[in-house]
């Protein structure tokens, strides 16, 4: 404990000599997150330097092992770092797909060889990646996906189309699963491979959401190269490598229930105005209350799934309850937010709203409780797998 104590007094005295001021306040937009790749251009100077220092000291990654750019640290060192990043409300220094799923999934399923050369360029922010899971005719039920990998011996030849592919117009690689064999039954005959989304044969057509914006995109493969060298897990076992990088997008969104922007309660004061120090709303004052005491309540059910993780007790479909309440949180924040502003709510587009960033952020999280799996399919796992409750 002692130990760890000095651990908490060091990492808080260099998180506030390291981290620029500019680095904690919540991002306004998108391009106040760092998502690295090989195109990215930082915003500031203070996100660069903030990226770059932590980049240095293995902090993207704190978790993962020294010799694949990583911190190294233990759990109680990563939870004290993630802490005390919080007290100062510091910014996550780099975002990264790599990071939050494929990461983990190559650090349980990957080659010594895909190791060295996928983690340490993730940790360092060199490689921004998407993931190639739905396909138009496979959403909910992914294991019917129709994308197909052909071998020709040293590499797969890549036909097919994912859809809502996240960034794909701005990523360098995609964790992909492909059909490799039609003969199969469903869950079986399916391969998760990496290959670069530079290569001959690939296009992207980004998907306009209501909010009129969208990370989305449509992708399609002619014909495109993937070596083998590349196959992640076993051939035609992909599906077990897809389920347990599932579990960590469910988290990632999931996480999303957390918030991240301005504090709602200021947000309200505001708009609406306080009296004698107690906001002017007794009845959205109370849901305010609510939320914040919900959203404390989620960071301790979010802090002990990691520490679960950690000392391999969790279960198997925890990353649902988290994915499940976590989304459903983000929206009851943002329907919030709109009921706050009330008609100043309502602006599309104008300087004063930041083009309309608090309708759309609103009509945003809509989609929450659809992407990676949605509520209705995490309820159903939640019944039968930790309820343990009989099916209909």
Known sequence: MADIETFRRETRAWLEANCPAEMRTPPDEENDRCWGGRNWKFKSEAQRQWFEAMRDRGWTVPDWPKEYGGGGLSKEETKVLRQEMRAL??????????IWMLGPAL?????????KEHLPKIARGEIRWCQGYSEPGAGSDLASLQTRADDHGDHFIINGQKIWTSYADKADWIFCLVRTDFSAKKHEGISFVLFDMASPGVTTR????ISGKSPFCETFFDNVKALKSNLVGVQNKGWDVAKYLLTHERDMIGAMGL????????VAADAIGVENGVLDAPVLRADLA???????AFQLAMERAVDLSKAGQSHPAYSSFLKYYGTELNKRRHELTMSTLGSDGLEWESARSQEGDAPRAWLRTKA???????????LNIITKRILELPGA
Do not use: H, M
């Not at 409300?89 to 790599?98: E, M, V, W």
């Not at 980004?206 to 959401?209: R, V």
């Not at 929450?368 to 995490?378: A, D, H, K, L, R």
């Open 89 to 98: 409300n510091c910014r996550a220094p780099l975002d990264s797909f790599g």
């Open 107 to 115: 650090l349980k399923y990957g080659t010594d060889a895909q190791k």
């Open 206 to 209: 980004p998907i306009l959401l």
């Open 259 to 266: 918030g991240g922007g301005r504090p709602l309660g200021q």
């Open 290 to 296: 609510r939320l914040e005491v919900d959203a404390w």
């Open 368 to 378: 929450n409780s659809i992407e990676g799996g949605t509520s209705e399919v995490q």
